[in-house]
């Protein structure tokens, strides 16, 4: 399964949710896939995803949001890996974090990161999170319902093939704008 496939996948299962995605390549995708206000675009904020996230579902820990997504990479991830222990230790509950796992840097020429030897999706678990796996379109189909009705945090652990999708313009809007954008969609719910 390719990246691309994957978010079209998890922008179907998303509509509904707020989502913070990891920047670069992800982000470019999933804006090709569907850009919608509920997508939060981390322009050039590497490994930060988890992290905002976490933040997100601690502040609508009590609103009518049933869940906010995180599209993590691998990569983005590893540079920043204590989103684990500290989702691990304040436990929010409506945290779903999707990682996208190619065990690549996709957007730096395929370079390897050391999820080649490494189970990211075992370290959630050491640090206190749920796991989900998900590995083609079927099982992450089904995987992502399974995540989204689970109490947080949960990481679904979605292994993908190397690549990105071609033709897919660069994603250059203000992330100011960009950024009020997914806040008022987020004020009129929470
Ligand atoms: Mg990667």
Same mark, same amino acid.
């Given at each position: 399964m390719r990246r691309v496939e994957a978010l079209e996948i998890l922008a179907d299962a998303t509509a509904d949710l707020p989502v913070v995605v990891t920047c670069a390549a992800t982000s470019r995708e999933l804006a090709a896939v569907a850009d919608r206000p509920n997508h939060l675009y981390l322009l050039?904020?590497?490994?930060l995803a988890g992290s905002v996230a976490t933040g997100l579902a601690l502040a609508v *820990?009590? *609103?009518?949001?049933e869940r906010v997504v995180a599209i993590e990479g691998d990569g983005s991830l590893l540079m920043n890996p204590n989103v684990l222990p500290t989702g691990g230790h304040l436990r929010p509950r409506k945290l779903l974090m999707v990682l996208l796992d190619n065990a690549v840097y996709g957007s730096t020429a395929d370079l390897p990161t050391y999820a080649a030897g490494l189970d990211l999706g075992g370290v959630a678990a050491a640090c206190g999170w749920a796991v989900r796996r998900a590995d083609d379109p079927g099982t992450l189909r089904r995987a992502f319902a399974e995540a989204r009705a689970a109490d947080g945090p949960v990481l679904l652990h979605v292994r993908i093939a190397p690549g990105n999708a071609p033709d897919v313009p660069r994603l250059l809007e203000d992330p100011v704008v960009l950024g009020r954008r997914f806040r008022d969609w987020l004020a009129e719910r929470a």
């Open positions: 050039d904020a590497m490994g *820990a009590d *609103a009518p949001v």
